[in-house]
Structures are given as structure tokens and as C-alpha cells.
């Protein structure tokens, strides 16, 4: 499944209104940085269950809310 605007819309409103770096949302997930801007921008990124779980905790944001359709592919 790829990403949507509105996934894309929440996932960076939502790291923005954390105070979060692009840099600290990947350090918290152990992925890249390119990994969560591909995320945010739409692009090509593998996005499972558990680093779905990992995001929606680092940002402190319901998972339903970042990945309204599963986010997972």
C-alpha cells in the first residue's frame, strides 16, 4: 500500500508539532532519514506493522490517526 496525502499531511504535522527533526523521528525508528521523508513526501518506502507502531510512538500521536487506511504494507 503506498502513502496518501492525507497520511502524508498528518505524519509531518504531527512530527512538526512534536518538535521533532526528520533526524529524530529516524533515529527513534532505526531507519534513515530519506526513510521518513520518503514516508512524508509520498515516495517509495517499506512500511511494516511494528515500525508503523514505532512512529505513532515517537510522535505520541494515535496510530489510526497517522495510518488511517493500516499504513502497512
Do not use: C, H, W, Y
Not at 500500500?1 to 532505526?30: C, F, P
Not at 517499506?46 to 504494507?73: V, Y
Amino acid at each position: 500500500m503506498g502513502t496518501n496525502n492525507k497520511q502524508i499531511t498528518a505524519l509531518r504535522i504531527s512530527r512538526i508539532a512534536a518538535g521533532l527533526r526528520l533526524a529524530d523521528v529516524a533515529n527513534e525508528i532505526n531507519r534513515s532519514i530519506m526513510f521518513v521523508q520518503r514516508l512524508e513526501t509520498g515516495g517509495s518506502a517499506r512500511l511494516t506493522p511494528k515500525i508503523s507502531e514505532k512512529i505513532a510512538k515517537a510522535l505520541k500521536t494515535p496510530i489510526d490517526l497517522l495510518f488511517p487506511e493500516g499504513g502497512a504494507e
